[in-house]
């Protein structure tokens, strides 16, 4: 399974942006999606998730609020819309799958070592 990210870019404080995470091969309806970031100099960091049925969705509370997560099984692709963006929201973001058959269908993976696949990320700047 691959995934490729795309939409990141230069935006002003406060605006929008939507990240797209489209996966190849495999069954997407299967996978709990999640989205992560990196900033210059840090670790990566979780974001958001939300689980392979779509019903349940979990953020850091750094975003929660301000990003949400959504998925569209017939297209594979999973979304970040992310609003009222600021400058400390300027990293690499990077979307990533997790497919187990044992998982609960609102089960929802938090921590890096969750995840199976990784995509190659999409460089978001919030300039001020």
């Known amino acids: 399974v691959q995934l490729q990210a795309s939409g990141g870019g230069l935006v002003q404080v406060g605006d929008s942006l939507r990240l797209s995470c489209a996966s190849s091969g495999g069954t997407f309806s299967r996978y709990s999606m999640g989205w992560f970031r990196q900033a210059p100099g840090k670790e990566r960091e979780f974001v958001g998730a939300?689980?392979?049925?779509?019903?349940?969705?979990y953020y850091a509370d750094s975003v929660k609020g301000r990003f949400a997560i959504s998925r569209d099984n017939t297209k594979n692709t999973v979304y970040l819309q992310m609003n009222s963006l600021k400058p400390e929201d300027t990293a690499i973001y990077y979307c990533?799958?997790?497919?187990?058959?044992?998982?609960?269908?609102?089960?929802?993976?938090?921590?890096?070592?969750?995840?199976?696949?990784w995509g190659q990320g999409t460089l978001v700047t919030v300039s001020s």
């Open positions: 990533a799958l997790r497919s187990r058959a044992s998982d609960s269908n609102y089960y929802i993976p938090k921590r890096k070592v969750d995840y199976d696949s």
């Open positions: 939300m689980s392979r049925s779509g019903q349940s969705s």
